[in-house]
């Protein structure tokens, strides 16, 4: 039977109708396939206007898709139908979307012609749906070409309109606008506010594209603020929408997001695995903006193996591709990557062609007064520096900080623009950095002018101070661990620089600046969370923002710990339940952060006292840590020397040395050589510990020898991987003869050794005791049973499984028992030792001991945990995890981790190790007992017994844990007699008598 035109029509229509709803919801590959067979049919059954009709959206789904040559196809016969019909509606229409697929060929000035007239068509139609989309499109071309003045008067237009009209959608598009331009001129928080703004819009009307493109640049703002795992979590969740909707033209975006932020954390597979997936979809797409990129970062992560040649091979092809499409800021970065090749291939003068070239370019694009051009001109800088002319480079930094600061106009290389008027914090960081290096350089190349060492030593600190005002706006931790190590060489050059004006001056305030710089660093993190309690109580924040803060902590802790335990079952982890999970988690960040924010601008009081970083003088650790008896000692590990600084009662000294491959090497063995123990290999492992322990001695204690040989206590902030080992192992001499390890002269002999994780936070908590009246102690010793539970598959540093057991504990009933009979207080054993009964009684006791297992977390530190006896029913009612400490406010004076591991974890550079112990430190517990090592449960029973005694006495905490050892020593046989058994447990904190 054929099918009449009236039923054809009805057909086409109603496929039609389908085709826009798909379209609607984004869902663009099965929207596509509607309109490809649909517009044949209008054509066939000659309705022209609905053919043309069908021809645009087909077009406009292509490009989605990224599909531009096709869709230009397509694009075109529409136009020319619609002028033949002329229907002018949908001709505003179809040059809107040939408007588009001009910007993705890099032809803006075409582009806005386009829309332009777009805009006059609909003004003149009075169509308000389509005003606010050609504003929203003008709006980006402006914000592409970099006039952003322009830009945001056409976003704030459409922003207006949007809200009159009650359209959220394009809001969405308005407000992600206007965020882009506040990106673009380095002012993030309030790119950040717009982005925030969109999302819940985005969510609400299920605007997935939309959501799609906030989550992606509020993820680049925090990249570009240095704040990764931030950056990562947005990231991870618009790829996740990306390839769901199958949006080639986002997912190429957002590789090579994940590419750079990969590299940056010197991921480098991962990052050439993104970079190489955008480049193919680049060249699928014809998308050669974007082509250009991932060339240019492939060339840079050769660049960073040192492999020039094959790093300009890839910027060579940059450079011929952007000159060839005049792709302009392609071209801009590609003139900065060749130049800076042939820099390091030693070709000046071909480099500084490319370097005028992009100045020049970026002075006529962008303007002088622009990060661009201040980029260009220090290129420049560095290419004169590192060709010894350093009077030329110290000019053109001088330049670019005056492009780069507003009201900033002094060439005197005396003078930095204040942090508070600059275009980019990190362009402002990146120019000090290399001006204080060329002032010094010039110092020490000839130029015997003390002027420039001073200059140099303000110019880091002004370097140095900008890091810590970038620190201020990240709100994760992990964020602020990996900036703290990505600064240590500038720390390291700052204190080396303070370091030579003594040399030269004999002025002991330089040392004292290098002694604070040294102990910066490791203070900021730590402190700034320690000090976050008191700040909420002192700056008076109402109960129910308290509240509030304590919701949303909570509740992400839980949401983290669910998403950790499913990604713990490895393969039959559940995609959906882990996309679910991290889509909460993003939410409630977002929300977390925002709220932050509210506080620390509604209540300055609380913002000062959080963030306030008190400055460590040597006379007040005289006056409050120092006796006679006593020496401070504080180490810092930079990439080419170790910095060692003494304080005594009477005097204080720096020492510097530099650092050889050989100090790493002993280190590992001596902690492999301590952990790695056997009765197979006693006699090996006992030689290979003695030579390391002897070597490491030599670096780290005899170069003081003098300053600590009349002296019995040593108090030392250890640095970077000096944590891993107990110093007091290290050994004065070694044996001419055969011997037993307690024939050895350990450091322990002849001094009583406690830590501190920095200064600051040692004098934080040299106050007086935490708790007055009768000292109470909360002793736990769990109970465990060996089943199926207690059987974990890990892994190890080669990444092999293995089988990780919590076995029982044969000796943590009567270690506890010992303590009972010394402090009579509140002890829980077996079944009574619940992780429900710590969080009852431990904030009411002055010292909390714990004779458990502890299991570490390497890769997730927030997750390495204590276990108590376990719940029948629950096993997160059977831990104690790290991040929960975060939010418990103990307070004790002395926390005992009798347990395995307590004291190690992840290593950060700049911060020490991530341990559980910290997260006690966190908790406000003055001084810590913690071990570096797997423990023997039977001589930790017997340490810890007479450990406590000690401590009942009256002793020092340090001092009774050093004798109680010096006991097991003393009667050890020779394999018992080895520091893995006696070594592990060392004092962290304030060490001073807890019984009086």
Known sequence: MEVSYSDKMKNAEKLFSKGISLKANSRFYEAEKIFRKVYKDFKELKDYEKYSSCLNELGTVLIHLGGFSESSGFL?????????????????????????????????????????????????????????????????????????????????????????????????????????????????????????????????????????????????????????????????????????????????????LLGSLLQEKKEFSKSVFYYRKQYDLSVTLKMFRLKSIALAELGKIFKEKNDFESAQKYFKRQLALCRKNNLVNGLYFALENNGQILMLKKNYRSSLKYFDEQTALSKKVFGVNHFYTSRALKNKGDLFTYNGLFRDGLLLYQRALICLSEGFSSLSIENNPSPDNVLSEPDLF?????????????????????????????????????????????????????????????????????????????EEAYIEKAFFLAGKNKAAVLLESMRETEAKIISGLPENLLDKKKFFKNEMSLLEKARYDELSKGKSASKKIITGLEEKIFKFKSEYNAFIEMLEKDFPGYYNLKYEMPETSVREIRNKIIDEKNVFIEYFTGEKYIFIFVITDIDFKVMKLPRRKSFDKSVHEVRQSLTGISLLDFTSNRKKFTSAAYKLYMTLIHPIIEEIKNKSHLIIIPDNIINLIPLEVLISEIPQSDHNYNDLHYLIKDYTVSYAYSSVFLLKN?????????????????????????????????????????????????????????FKSDYYFKEDATKKSFLMTSGKHSIIHLATHCIVDDKNPLFSRICFSQNKDSDSESYLYNYELFNLKLNSDLVVLSACHTGSGKLVKGKGILSIARGFAYSGCSSIVMSLWQVNDESTSAIMGNFYKNLSEGKKIDESLRMAKLSYLEKADGFHSSPFFWAPFVVAGNADIIVS
Do not use: W
């Open 430 to 506: 990146e120019i000090l950095t290399a001006k204080a290096s060329a002032l010094k350089k010039y110092y020490e190349t000839g130029k015997k002018n003390v002027k420039y060492l001073k200059l140099s030593l303000l110019t880091y600190e002004a370097a140095l101070n900008t890091v810590g005002r970038m620190r201020l706006g990240f709100k994760e931790q992990g964020s602020k661990f990996t900036m703290s190590g990505n600064v240590i060489p500038f720390y390291e050059q700052a204190i080396d620089t303070a370091y030579k004006l003594f040399e030269i001056t004999n």
């Open 76 to 256: 075109n016969t529409a136009l020319k139908e619609t002028l033949r019909i002329k229907n002018r509606k949908l001709y505003a229409d179809v040059i809107g979307n040939i408007g588009i697929i001009k910007i993705y060929q890099e032809k803006y000035d075409e582009a806005k012609d386009l829309f332009e007239e777009e805009l006059r068509i609909n003004i003149k139609r009075k169509d308000q749906y389509r005003i606010q989309l050609a504003l929203g499109k003008i709006g980006n071309v402006y914000t592409v070409v970099n006039d952003l003045k322009s830009a945001i008067y056409y976003f704030e237009k459409q922003k207006d309109l949007c809200i009159k009209t009650g359209n959220d959608k394009f809001l969405t598009y308005a407000l992600s606008g206007l965020a882009t331009c506040y990106l673009h001129k380095h002012e993030y928080e309030k790119s950040l506010t717009y982005f925030r703004e969109s999302i819940p819009i985005c969510e609400k009307i299920n605007e997935q594209r939309g959501l799609s493109l906030a989550l992606t640049n509020t993820g680049y703002v925090y990249f570009l603020k240095q704040d990764y795992d931030h950056a990562l979590n947005f990231y991870n969740r618009a790829l996740a929408i990306n390839i769901k909707l199958k949006n080639k033209r986002d997912l190429i975006y957002i590789y090579g």
């Open 766 to 822: 040299k106050s007086a005791r935490k708790r007055s009246g009768d000292l109470k102690v909360a002793g736990f010793a769990p109970d465990f049973v060996m089943n199926q539970r207690n059987i974990e598959m890990k892994e190890d540093a080669a990444g092999k499984e293995f089988i990780s057991a919590i076995t029982p504990l044969s000796f943590n009933e009567a270690e506890l028992n010992e303590i009972k009979n010394i």
